[in-house]
Nanobody, 126 residues
């Protein structure tokens, strides 16, 4: 499985961006997906996760109400819609996928994920 993240860029505080993560492989539609981020000098942080059906999602508290994770299994793509962006959202954002299929619990920890994209940089200016 290969993951390709895109959609990052420079945006002013209060603005919006949508990240996309395109996945190869036939198991995408049965696998949980997640987004993580890593700011300079900080550890990788969980942002959002979604189960294979798209029904259950999870978010870190700092992005609740501002970010929305979704997926389109027909397109093998997971999205992260980010709104009301803040300078503290500045980071490299990584998408990740699990090899565990049919789980109904969104995975929040990095060790739950087996596949990682290359990252896309989001910079929010004040």
């Amino acid at each position: 499985v290969q993951l390709q993240a895109s959609g990052g860029g420079l945006v002013q505080a209060g603005g919006s961006l949508r990240l996309s993560c395109a996945a190869s492989g036939r198991t995408f539609s049965r696998s949980g997906m997640g987004w993580f981020r890593q700011a300079p000098g900080k550890e990788r942080e969980f942002v959002a996760a979604i189960v294979w059906t798209g029904v259950n999602t999870a978010y870190v508290d700092s992005v609740k109400g501002r970010f929305t994770i979704s997926r389109d299994n027909a397109k093998n793509t997971v999205y992260l819609q980010m709104s009301s962006l803040k300078p503290e959202d500045t980071a490299v954002y990584y998408c990740a996928g699990t090899s565990l299929q049919y789980s109904t619990i969104p995975a929040r920890i990095p060790s739950s994920y087996d596949y990682w994209g290359q990252g896309t940089l989001v910079t929010v200016s004040s």
